[in-house]
């Protein structure tokens, strides 16, 4: 896409505040040992997303309540600090406020809104103040407005610092303008309407190659079980993650014995929050979008996961926007693969604690690339001297294949030279690019990809219902990772898509 500005914006959504939880411990307290992985992920799309020359747009509800998003920010803006300070490497997206503070006063106050609350992911004690040992009263006050939040005692550090970070950042930076639908879509009439067989998906199922047409059967029946006449127990999808009787079952039983077992609902929820995402991205209305996967490690999970988020999207693109152009996903073998891959050269028998170790070490160099990364980023005020900014240039400008695929070479052999031996940054085919992020110690090296397809620089496959292409879960060409590597840890499959196109 072209912004009238000449900024490009990237909406990543592994920064949903409902998959980037804040780990605990079974005693309540912070569990640095789970969720590596996912902050792994996070500041690989992040790394990506600044190398190409663009900024991660980040919706108002995931600034404020995405732990993922809070801890990637903390590593970015303090690396910002002390080598770019003028760059501004995230913006917000602000739906009904003026600003970043009221929005985020308008949360705080539907935490305890009955009739639509706004169920916190980040601060669960303001849903239920009495299960955390705390007075509902005392919780209700310290909610009215962020500053009086942020003194309240029972918020630790971890958290009371990320909040401030982000609202000092967020404060005064201009909001980004957004071009929303005209007509825009409600997540509840998206998801009943995945089980109507009238509807346009309802009439291509029968046609779709066989693992999408399985899975759009399993997720149509979870659907109806759970009463697609009853489209408004849809609208907050929290309820699917809830261990709660199902909103008008007259057994009371909760999501998961509805829709016949965890597997099923999982496959639900990866369809939901996709469907989720893609409704506020469409509300940005100027950002490529990174879909993926929650991590994972079963291969036949993985590709019925990455299937229903290609539903999703076909889905999502055939009641928005019907006109737009559609024809099949690319499927090329050389390029296909995970989105997102971590492996470590070890053997079987290495204890956790050192795979922890190498896991930190990945996340000290993505800390060190970055600020290497925003450094030349700062030059764009002197953009006809900067060669990242020639090479961004050059690539924004190309108008047929061999141009885009020359100019992005080109500029991903400069940010390579940037970033120097922690990152390794190239094409691998196609219009695809590779990310590789590398921490050698004693146990071998650990290594953390990410793969991205690009769409928009001559064009990329959409998607639309009775057109959804095979899933981009293959073996392919072995990477320098798939060689070196022998353990995986986390895999997220997924790709890069323009939801309008």
């Known amino acids: 896409m072209a912004y009238d500005d000449g900024t490009r914006y990237q909406y990543l959504e592994s920064l949903d505040s409902a998959r980037?939880?804040?780990?605990?411990?079974?005693?309540?307290?912070p569990d640095e040992r789970a969720g590596e992985e996912l902050q792994l992920q996070i500041f690989t799309e992040v790394l990506m997303?600044?190398?190409?020359?663009?900024?991660?747009?980040?919706?108002?509800?995931?600034?404020?309540?995405?732990?993922?998003f809070q801890q990637v920010a903390a590593t970015v803006l303090?690396?910002?600090?002390?080598?770019?300070?003028?760059?501004?490497?995230?913006?917000v997206h602000l739906f009904g406020a003026r600003s970043y503070e009221e929005a985020v006063t308008g949360i705080l106050t539907r935490t305890a809104d009955p009739a639509d609350p706004f169920r916190s992911v980040l601060l669960p004690e303001l849903n239920d103040p009495a299960a955390h040992g705390l007075d509902p009263g005392d919780v209700r006050e310290q909610a009215a407005s962020l500053d009086r939040l942020l003194n309240a005692e029972w918020l630790d550090p971890e958290r009371a610092g990320?909040?401030?970070?982000?609202?000092?950042?967020?404060?005064?930076?201009?909001?980004?303008?957004?071009?929303?639908?005209?007509?825009?879509?409600?997540?509840?009439?998206?998801?009943?309407?995945?089980?109507?067989?009238?509807?346009?998906?309802?009439?291509?199922?029968?046609?779709?190659?066989?693992?999408?047409?399985?899975?759009?059967?399993?997720?149509?029946?979870?659907?109806?079980?759970?009463?697609?006449?009853?489209?408004?127990?849809?609208?907050?999808?929290?309820?699917?993650?809830?261990?709660?009787?199902?909103?008008?079952?007259?057994?009371?039983?909760?999501?998961?014995?509805?829709?016949?077992?965890?597997?099923?609902?999982?496959l639900l929820?990866?369809?939901?929050?996709?469907?989720?995402?893609?409704?506020?991205v469409d509300s940005i209305g100027i950002a490529d979008t990174t879909l993926s996967t929650g991590l994972g490690l079963d291969d036949r999970r993985l590709a019925a996961r990455a299937t229903a988020q290609e539903l999703a999207l076909a889905q999502y693109r055939a009641r928005a926007h019907p006109s737009a152009r559609a024809v099949p996903a690319g499927n090329d073998a050389d390029?296909?693969?995970?989105?997102?891959?971590?492996?470590?050269?070890?053997?079987?028998?290495?204890?956790?604690?050192?795979?922890?170790?190498?896991?930190?070490?990945?996340?000290?160099?993505?800390?060190?690339?970055?600020?290497?990364?925003?450094?030349?980023?700062?030059?764009?005020?002197?953009?006809?001297?900067?060669?990242f900014w020639q090479g961004v240039t050059r690539l924004r400008a190309?108008?047929?294949?061999?141009?885009?695929?020359?100019?992005?070479?080109?500029?991903?052999?400069?940010?390579?030279?940037?970033?120097?031996?922690?990152?390794?940054?190239?094409?691998?085919?196609?219009?695809?690019?590779?990310?590789?992020?590398?921490?050698?110690?004693?146990?071998?090296p650990a290594m953390a990809t990410e793969v991205w397809k690009l769409p928009g620089?001559?064009?990329?496959?959409?998607?639309?219902?009775?057109?959804?292409?095979?899933?981009?879960?293959?073996?392919?060409k072995d990477s320098m990772v798939r060689r070196l590597s022998n353990r995986r840890l986390a895999c997220a499959l997924g790709r890069v898509v323009d939801v309008r196109n």
Do not use: C
């Open 457 to 476: 620089l001559v064009g990329y496959p959409a998607m639309a219902a009775g057109a959804v292409g095979n899933v981009l879960y293959r073996k392919g």
């Open 269 to 280: 929820i990866e369809y939901v929050d996709t469907l989720y995402n893609l409704i506020v």
């Open 335 to 387: 390029t296909a693969g995970p989105l997102f891959e971590l492996k470590i050269g070890a053997t079987d028998g290495l204890a956790d604690a050192r795979v922890r170790t190498r896991m930190a070490a990945l996340r000290a160099d993505a800390g060190d690339a970055i600020g290497t990364l925003l450094q030349a980023r700062a030059e764009r005020g002197r953009t006809a001297k900067s060669p």
């Open 78 to 91: 303090r690396a910002r600090d002390t080598r770019a300070p003028g760059e501004r490497p995230f913006r």
């Open 162 to 266: 990320g909040l401030a970070l982000v609202l000092d950042e967020f404060r005064h930076l201009p909001r980004v303008a957004a071009r929303p639908p005209a007509r825009p879509q409600t997540l509840e009439e998206l998801v009943v309407a995945t089980a109507d067989e009238t509807s346009p998906m309802g009439r291509a199922a029968a046609d779709l190659p066989e693992l999408q047409r399985e899975v759009h059967a399993t997720l149509a029946t979870a659907i109806r079980r759970l009463g697609a006449d009853r489209p408004h127990a849809f609208h907050h999808r929290s309820r699917l993650r809830l261990p709660w009787p199902w909103p008008g079952d007259p057994a009371g039983r909760t999501p998961e014995e509805i829709v016949g077992g965890p597997e099923t609902l999982g």
């Open 49 to 68: 997303t600044l190398a190409l020359g663009r900024e991660v747009v980040v919706p108002q509800s995931y600034a404020f309540d995405s732990f993922g």
């Open 398 to 444: 190309a108008e047929d294949p061999l141009t885009a695929r020359k100019a992005l070479d080109a500029h991903l052999a400069r940010v390579a030279a940037v970033l120097g031996d922690r990152v390794g940054l190239a094409p691998i085919g196609g219009m695809a690019v590779e990310l590789v992020l590398t921490a050698a110690g004693a146990v071998g």
């Open 20 to 29: 980037a939880v804040r780990p605990v411990r079974t005693g309540g307290g």
